[in-house]
């Protein structure tokens, strides 16, 4: 019987949250070497591109795991139920401790194809998905969603349609698919949650994510929440890499931590030969910030073109 990664961690655990253009090989490596979470989530990979000849090639890049990212969740979304068992079925043999279903992402398009968010208004389809998910590996299956999809109040329909097919896990931003991240988390539902929780499935560890900048702050709400298990934290580590730890980095730290960046993206693009630059523009403000030229160089980062142009002008700050 396999290992389930959900009851070997201890309690409160901290966990990188899985986001599309973000959580990819390369800066997974990175946040571990600032201080490595409990649990890694991959960016989520569409079943039915797995379940594609045409569209696996681009699935199992998605899905590449590096030595000494154990234990790491691989997030999957979609809505055929059968592609969800295809994929669901091989993501043990590579390497992974966990699967887990994106029923939260609030993206338009992933909405329109039916996935996501917009699972929550088709219950009845997310609970098949969720099933054959279950009945189709050994590895611990895992829920990531939303309160729902326009109304705050829809959890107290939607959560107990998820926690009756008793999932390892479910993790829950508290806010809607309609609220985005325009409105502060609900907080004050924490405690509702978890009654509801204890009610239903007290096995299935409760993650909370959703505005949570740092470790004292996770720290913070479970102390307020204990019967939280985990706390995930997406958004702050561009508002700094090392949140998982209580170290305050330097502007020395950063700017090491940006060329180790630049390092493994240089080592990525060896293997992929479709690895872009552009995407990588996204991460410099999390390094070059609150410190005097930040947003000067940072200007003259994103006039680049290639990694090369980029160490140029890193060159010429003294550090």
Request: aromatic share 8%; proline share 5%; with cysteine.
């Amino acid at each position: 019987m396999k290992m389930n990664i959900w009851k070997e961690l201890t309690r409160p655990f901290l966990v990188l949250a899985p986001m599309e253009g973000v959580t990819d090989v390369v800066f997974r490596e990175v946040i571990c070497a600032a201080g490595r979470p409990d649990l890694l989530f991959t960016e989520f990979t569409n079943v039915s591109s797995y379940a594609s000849e045409k569209g696996r090639a681009n699935a199992l890049e998605r899905l590449e795991v590096r030595e000494g990212e154990q234990p790491i969740i691989a997030q999957i979304w979609g809505k055929n139920p059968g592609h969800f068992a295809e994929c669901a079925g091989a993501l043990e043999k590579l390497g992974f401790a966990g699967v887990d279903i994106n029923f939260g992402c609030p993206d338009k398009n992933v909405n329109k194809a039916g996935g996501g968010a917009a699972m929550i208004k088709t219950p009845e389809l997310a609970v098949e998905c969720l099933k054959n998910a279950m009945g189709s590996t050994r590895l611990p299956v895992s829920v990531k969603t939303r309160l729902g999809w326009s109304d705050v109040a829809e959890f107290r329909e939607w959560l107990p349609v998820l926690l009756r097919e008793k999932p390892s896990a479910l993790t829950i931003h508290l806010r809607t698919k309609k609220e985005m991240s325009k409105v502060p988390a609900h907080y004050e539902l924490i405690p509702e949650i978890i009654r509801m929780r204890d009610k239903i499935s007290p096995d299935t560890k409760l993650v909370i994510n959703g505005d949570i900048r740092n470790k004292a702050h996770a720290m913070e709400l479970y102390r307020a929440n204990t019967g939280v298990d985990g706390l995930m934290i997406g958004r702050g580590v561009f508002a700094n890499p090392y949140c998982f730890t209580d170290y305050a980095p330097t502007k020395e730290d950063l700017m090491k931590l940006l060329n180790l960046h630049l390092d493994l993206y240089e080592k990525q693009r060896k293997k992929v030969a479709k690895y872009p630059y552009e995407p990588l523009k996204h991460f410099y403000k999390i390094y070059i910030n609150n410190f005097s030229g930040a947003s000067e160089l940072r200007a003259k980062l994103m006039e680049t073109h290639s990694v090369e142009e980029a160490r140029a002008v890193l060159a010429e700050v003294a550090v």
